[in-house]
């Protein structure tokens, strides 16, 4: 079964300083990983996507995430917060399990969410 | 620039009333998804479609009913409101199952009272 863990369901960081905000996972086959922000009263927006090759990808708004393996993680990183940056994070694994073809195929499940708080 | 579209936004129902959450995209998707959301639960899928015509379950199927006509729409039946249906519904589409992002509306808060 495919599942996602944010162990976190809040950050706090000061403005300025490196966040983290962590996700690991559990598929069958190869993950294809995903990020969405959700800021209050919004939907969720697209961060950025693993699919394949460089363990490090690159996202909107500076951040960025780090796809290890071994460790199965994928954690959300950003150099330099921002209060504007506070919101609900959701960490997300496609099921793309040939051997679950059929009705699961294509699904995201979502981890439960991490609530990045940023003060000045 | 539409995306995915919503309505209503809000809404507030009685026990046992039903309503149509409407979901329409522009983006000539053929993958389409109802999320409902819940305080610290994630995201939920209640159903889905992999395109006109075809529907499936999710997670969460009770208590809803989806149809897909077209392409664009995919809307979201609540028959005999419950309280347990308070909660913030998306829905969702994406061009593929592989790589594609799956873009999300709005929203619409729905309470049951």
């Known amino acids: 079964a495919q599942s996602v863990a944010q162990p976190e369901d809040q950050v706090n960081v000061a403005e300025g300083n490196p966040l983290t905000v962590k996700c690991t996972y559990s598929v069958s086959g190869n993950p294809y990983l995903f990020w969405y922000v959700q800021y209050p009263n919004r939907g969720l927006q697209f961060l950025l996507k693993y699919i394949t090759g460089d363990n490090l990808v690159k996202g909107s708004y500076g951040f960025e995430a780090e796809f290890n393996k071994s460790q199965t993680s994928f954690h959300l990183k950003k150099p330099s917060a921002l209060v504007s940056d506070s919101a609900l994070y959701f960490c997300?694994?496609?099921?793309?399990?040939?051997?679950?073809?059929?009705?699961?195929?294509?699904?995201?499940?979502f981890g439960r969410g991490t609530q990045l708080t940023v003060w000045p | 620039n539409a995306g995915v579209t919503q309505t209503p936004k809000f809404r507030i129902l009685k026990i046992g009333q039903s309503m149509t959450l409407q979901c329409t995209q522009d983006m000539n998707h053929n993958y389409m998804y109802w999320y409902r959301q819940d305080p610290g639960m994630g995201l939920k899928l209640i159903y889905y479609s992999v395109g006109a015509g075809i529907t499936d379950k999710g997670e969460v199927p009770n208590g809803y009913n989806v149809s897909r006509s077209t392409t664009e729409d995919f809307p979201l039946r609540l028959e005999l409101a419950a309280p347990s249906q308070t909660s913030v519904y998306f829905c969702a589409s994406s061009y593929s199952t592989g790589e594609g992002t799956i873009y999300f509306g709005e929203g619409s808060w729905l309470t049951v009272v």
């Open positions: 997300a694994v496609r099921d793309m399990d040939s051997s679950d073809r059929g009705s699961t195929l294509g699904r995201l499940y």
